[in-house]
């Protein structure tokens, strides 16, 4: 079982920068099992959509419209916390972000954090 929890949403202006933070806890062995990670968002009237992807061999995969501007990371250290770096904010960026975590091809899922982008 894990547990995720993010931080680091608030509201920025368009242009300005964010990093939203996804802090897995549970079992240590939920924990060094965890493979792939994302984080999702979800806009209002909108589906959840994917907005970076992370696999456990470190390869990356990003959507189209936040490419060049987001980064998604992992601790390689502590393992159990995940980050996204968000850059040049646009007001089309506003939503609620999710960050995942698959262990044991079980998928877990944070409670979100607020992004709104807003001048």
């Known amino acids: 079982q894990v547990q995720l929890v993010e931080s680091g949403g608030g509201l920025v202006q368009p242009g300005g920068s964010l990093r939203l933070s996804c802090a897995a806890s549970?079992?240590?062995?939920?924990?060094?099992?965890?493979?792939?990670m994302g984080w999702y968002r979800q806009a209002p009237g909108k589906q959840r959509e994917l907005v970076a992807a992370?696999?456990?061999?470190?390869?990356?995969?990003y959507a189209d419209s936040v490419k060049g501007r987001f980064t998604i990371s992992r601790d390689n250290v502590a393992k159990n916390t995940m980050y996204l770096q968000m850059n040049t904010l646009k007001l089309e960026d506003t939503a609620v972000y999710y960050c995942n975590m698959i262990s044991r091809a079980t998928a877990y899922w944070g409670q979100g954090t607020q992004v709104t982008v807003s001048s």
């Open positions: 992370l696999t456990s061999g470190g390869s990356t995969n």
């Open positions: 549970g079992t240590i062995f939920s924990i060094l099992t965890i493979t792939d």
